[in-house]
């Protein structure tokens, strides 16, 4: 039974421990409010996963889902889409919607980092630490009701920190906002597509691929001179024949030696110049500049967001949403796309929280050395954390491939 929900309790802590501790958001001296984060954070990450995961939605679902999860918290629970002062900040400097009574800066701003930084990289990297259950459920039944009570307590802990109270219709719009976005993720999908994205990662995984791949032939003389194989007398294929010239219906989605060679690289985020796999997907190691720089745009902008202006880094934050959204859409449907693209995007996001919280100042008052060694050890605790994912998807073998 532990190792059965061993991934599903480390996602329960994962998740406040990147999304506020190593963020920078709290010092290390605040551990214990993991007590009621975890519950929050935590609860609402294991809620959007096994949701997603048992109904198949993959990636796209938990994206949804997140939005939702981030649209709750700042919405119902914490209220800070609707509180012009929160956290003592004064929001209505910064393009203030009078007539909904939201920043449309702090509205982008904090779903953006709940997506990507409460839900979606922690979902990421304890997948990559158990690569062969990446794609089905860790809890039952009884673990997902238990998660969703947890979540409701974490809330109402959550709920009682600030007084301040929105306008009802506010409350309900965030609400059906909410709903919305996660009927469209849970929707009804055709019954193959759990079973399709459950074989993924087999399927893209070298060890498949290089399974795959023909036996190299021999070369032979050519016919009339020609240095290749040996030419074959053209023959009439009949579809589902057995036959050495009989091409089975959508051939062209097989292995090729030189499509497998492809994917097999991209998978392992290495170049090839001739496959188009791996002209069309980037390696691993591609990916993660790509978040790196991703992250850094987006922080970056936050931290100078007094000198760039509000409408400046709004445009930004969506200008950078849709970029990202459309290249990861567009690598993913690609044979090249494996468990290395998905990781590194994830650690370049671990990466990126880890910086951020040395210039981070903590919202609770810490003494400067407490707070800096408690950002050593996150930063080194994280870093250790990405290797042994990697030892993990490096050592991984598909059943396939057994």
């Given at each position: 039974?532990?190792?059965r929900?061993?991934?599903?309790?480390?996602?329960?802590?994962l998740?406040p421990?990147?999304g506020e501790?190593l963020l920078g958001?709290l010092?290390?001296?605040?551990l214990?409010a993991l007590?009621?984060?975890?519950?929050?954070y935590?609860?609402?990450?294991?809620?959007?996963?096994?949701?997603?995961?048992?109904?198949?939605?993959?990636?796209?679902?938990?994206?949804?889902?997140?939005?939702?999860?981030?649209l709750?918290?700042?919405?119902?629970?914490?209220r800070?889409?609707?509180?012009?002062?929160y956290?003592?900040?004064d929001?209505?400097?910064?393009l203030?919607?009078?007539?909904v009574?939201?920043?449309?800066?702090?509205?982008?701003?904090?779903?953006?980092?709940h997506?990507?930084g409460?839900?979606?990289?922690?979902i990421?990297?304890?997948?990559?630490?158990?690569?062969?259950?990446?794609t089905?459920?860790?809890?039952?039944?009884p673990?997902?009701?238990?998660a969703?009570?947890l979540?409701m307590?974490?809330?109402?802990?959550?709920?009682?920190?600030d007084?301040?109270e929105?306008?009802?219709?506010?409350?309900v719009?965030a609400a059906l906002?909410?709903?919305?976005?996660v009927?469209?993720?849970?929707?009804?999908?055709?019954?193959?597509?759990?079973?399709?994205?459950?074989?993924?990662a087999?399927?893209e995984h070298?060890?498949v691929?290089a399974?795959?791949?023909?036996?190299?032939?021999p070369?032979?003389?050519?016919?009339h001179g020609?240095?290749?194989?040996?030419?074959?007398?053209?023959?009439?294929?009949?579809?589902?024949?057995?036959g050495?010239?009989?091409?089975p219906?959508?051939?062209?989605a097989?292995?090729?030696p030189?499509?497998?060679?492809?994917?097999?690289?991209?998978?392992?985020?290495?170049?090839?110049k001739s496959?188009?796999?791996?002209?069309?997907?980037?390696?691993?190691w591609?990916?993660?500049?790509?978040?790196?720089v991703?992250?850094?745009?987006f922080?970056?902008?936050?931290?100078?967001?007094?000198?760039?202006?509000g409408w400046?880094?709004m445009v930004m934050?969506?200008a950078?949403y849709?970029?990202?959204c459309?290249?990861?859409?567009?690598?993913?449907?690609?044979?090249?796309?494996?468990?290395?693209?998905?990781?590194?995007?994830a650690?370049?996001?671990?990466?990126?929280?880890?910086?951020?919280?040395f210039?981070?100042?903590?919202?609770?008052?810490?003494?400067?050395a407490?707070?800096l060694?408690?950002?050593?050890v996150?930063?080194?605790?994280?870093?250790?954390?990405l290797?042994?994912?990697?030892?993990?998807i490096?050592?991984?073998?598909?059943a396939?491939?057994?």
């Amino acid at each position: 039974m532990w190792k059965r929900v061993a991934p599903a309790l480390g996602l329960f802590f994962l998740s406040p421990l990147v999304g506020e501790f190593l963020l920078g958001n709290l010092p290390i001296t605040m551990l214990f409010a993991l007590i009621t984060l975890a519950p929050l954070y935590g609860g609402g990450a294991l809620l959007v996963r096994e949701l997603a995961r048992r109904r198949g939605a993959g990636w796209p679902g938990i994206v949804l889902l997140a939005v939702a999860y981030g649209l709750i918290e700042e919405g119902l629970v914490t209220r800070s889409l609707f509180n012009p002062g929160y956290a003592g900040m004064d929001l209505q400097s910064y393009l203030w919607i009078p007539g909904v009574g939201v920043s449309a800066w702090w509205t982008v701003f904090v779903l953006g980092v709940h997506v990507v930084g409460s839900i979606c990289v922690p979902i990421a990297v304890m997948e990559s630490l158990v690569p062969g259950r990446a794609t089905e459920p860790w809890l039952r039944t009884p673990g997902l009701v238990v998660a969703g009570v947890l979540f409701m307590l974490g809330a109402a802990a959550a709920y009682t920190i600030d007084p301040y109270e929105p306008g009802a219709w506010q409350l309900v719009g965030a609400a059906l906002l909410a709903g919305l976005l996660v009927f469209i993720a849970l929707k009804r999908r055709p019954a193959t597509s759990s079973a399709v994205a459950g074989q993924t990662a087999e399927r893209e995984h070298p060890a498949v691929l290089a399974e795959t791949r023909p036996a190299a032939q021999p070369e032979q003389p050519a016919v009339h001179g020609g240095t290749g194989p040996a030419a074959q007398p053209e023959q009439p294929a009949e579809r589902g024949g057995t036959g050495p010239t009989a091409q089975p219906e959508h051939a062209e989605a097989g292995p090729t030696p030189e499509r497998g060679r492809s994917a097999e690289r991209a998978g392992a985020g290495l170049a090839d110049k001739s496959g188009r796999s791996a002209e069309r997907v980037p390696g691993g190691w591609a990916v993660l500049v790509f978040s790196l720089v991703a992250g850094a745009v987006f922080w970056l902008s936050v931290m100078f967001l007094d000198a760039l202006g509000g409408w400046l880094v709004m445009v930004m934050h969506l200008a950078l949403y849709v970029t990202v959204c459309v290249l990861v859409v567009r690598w993913a449907r690609e044979p090249g796309w494996g468990l290395w693209q998905r990781f590194a995007l994830a650690a370049g996001g671990v990466v990126t929280y880890a910086w951020h919280g040395f210039p981070q100042p903590p919202a609770i008052p810490a003494d400067p050395a407490v707070d800096l060694a408690g950002n050593v050890v996150f930063a080194v605790a994280a870093i250790a954390l990405l290797a042994l994912a990697a030892r993990k998807i490096r050592s991984y073998t598909p059943a396939a491939a057994r």
